[in-house]
């Protein structure tokens, strides 16, 4: 039976795609080059800061760290619209909280970014454990830290169900031992479908096929 709801962020619950391109056009800019469009960054957003940074900024390895820092600066002072909240997703967390079940954040943005977010789009109310790219020794697709949140709201990887939207999400959920739920935002990195245990094209449906589920195991 599922008592717990794991959530990536970028993507997933927040459409952080155009945000994120402004960041990293403006980066683009000072080091003398042109802009991309902004869908040129959506494969980029779930990748890791490293990459994310290096690829967009085309960067060699040594310049990575102060990029990094540089992005994140101007990033934490972008606020968040709550319209960027993907379809689904306050009516998803009402009916979650409603079945009493669990629900968590596992994100490989820092922490303190990732609660700013929620924050600013008033759904930081509905988390009861929240793990950031930081709050663990390793990232995603390490099984570290989903397993860190289920540490952390005393639930099971048997009892839980992870919802992503690349091949870094399922690759954790697979570590993990936790069921991956694919979230399709149209945007495929060729995420395995041997790790789909679900698909979903809006949040909200999430609930429908955990009631399911649910009621074959009663």
Excluded at 107 to 113: A, D, M, R, T, V
Aim: proline share 3%.
């Amino acid at each position: 039976m599922i008592s717990c709801v794991l959530l990536d962020l970028d993507g997933t619950i927040i459409d952080t795609a155009s945000d994120i391109g402004k960041v990293l056009n403006k980066l683009r800019r000072s080091r003398g080059q042109h802009d991309l469009p902004l869908s040129d960054f959506r494969s980029l957003v779930g990748l890791g800061p490293k990459a994310l940074v290096a690829t967009a900024l085309e960067l060699e390895s040594r310049d990575i760290p102060q990029a990094i820092q540089e992005f994140r600066t101007l990033y934490a002072q972008i606020p968040t619209s709550k319209s960027s909240l993907n379809e689904g997703a306050e009516r998803m967390f009402k009916d979650l909280r409603n079945l009493g079940l669990s629900i968590g954040l596992v994100s490989n943005k820092p922490e303190y970014l990732c609660r700013k977010l929620l924050l600013e789009t008033d759904i930081l109310r509905w988390f009861d454990t929240i793990v950031g790219g930081d709050t663990t020794s390793w990232c995603k697709p390490s099984a570290e830290p989903l397993l860190w949140a289920l540490s952390d709201i005393n639930a099971s990887s048997d009892n839980a169900v992870y919802v992503g939207d690349t091949s870094i999400d399922s690759l954790a959920a697979e570590s993990a031992g936790v069921r991956f739920v694919y979230y399709n935002s149209n945007y495929d990195d060729s995420v395995a479908r041997h790790t789909v245990w679900a698909s979903i094209s809006r949040l909200n449906k999430l609930v429908t096929i955990v009631k399911s589920d649910n009621d074959l195991m009663c």
